[in-house]
């Protein structure tokens, strides 16, 4: 799949949690050139939650409260500190079809 700016990305996984809580994994190997770039990747995060995590979990019990977006350059094991793999997060809260940016 392409994001916003054209930069390819897969899916590594995606994970529940406890509350309806879930967390979507890309990989995106140019994502430092997605970082370069804000404005491509605030849609880009956008897009992840609103055109990929929302419609893979339409069935999901418990139903999406929030949606955690992260995006890596190359997989990584979740919860394992890889401190040289650059790496960003964006959580949002969900409302019906719609995600909405939760700034930290």
């Given at each position: 799949m392409a994001l916003p700016g054209g930069q390819p990305a897969s899916i590594?996984?995606?994970l529940a949690?406890?509350?309806g809580v879930y967390r979507l994994r890309l990989v995106v190997p140019a994502l430092a050139d997605l970082v370069?770039?804000?404005a491509d990747l605030s849609a880009a995060m956008d897009m992840a939650c609103t055109d990929?995590?929302?419609p893979a979990l339409a069935d999901?019990?418990?139903a999406p409260a929030r949606i955690v977006v992260s995006m890596s350059e190359?997989?990584?094991e979740?919860?394992?500190a890889n401190p040289g793999?650059?790496?960003v997060f964006e959580a949002y809260t969900v409302d019906g079809d719609r995600c909405i940016w939760e700034p930290f």
């Open positions: 590594l996984e995606t949690e406890e509350g370069g770039a804000p990929i995590a929302l999901a019990a418990p190359i997989p990584t979740f919860g394992i793999v650059l790496q």
